[in-house]
């Protein structure tokens, strides 16, 4: 099992509406982990430009470091992904 816990920007979705939790902290758990290829660096103001999967079921994670300006691939295969959002 993986965890991956990002800073969830909810004013940025298409179903945002007025009033609605602007940002908030959410978990990603990935149970029956087949792959989870992440490049380990440190993490400070990388964006996720976008969020895909393939016929296999694979989940591709394009992600931005404005920091280096570098872009990252990253790619997880699990048997299921489990989305938790915190309560605050």
Request: aromatic share 12%; glycine share 4%; hydrophobic share 40%.
């Amino acid at each position: 099992m993986k965890i991956l816990t990002i800073d969830f920007c909810y004013w940025q979705q298409d179903n945002y509406k007025e009033g609605d939790l602007e940002t908030g902290i959410i978990k990603l758990i990935f149970n029956g982990l087949k792959e989870f290829n992440f490049i380990k660096y440190k993490i400070n103001s990388d964006e996720i430009i976008s969020a895909s999967t393939d016929e296999s079921g694979k989940l591709i994670l394009k992600v931005y470091n404005d920091l280096n300006e570098n872009c990252y691939e990253w790619i997880i295969i699990a048997d299921n992904i489990e989305i938790i959002p915190e309560i605050r």
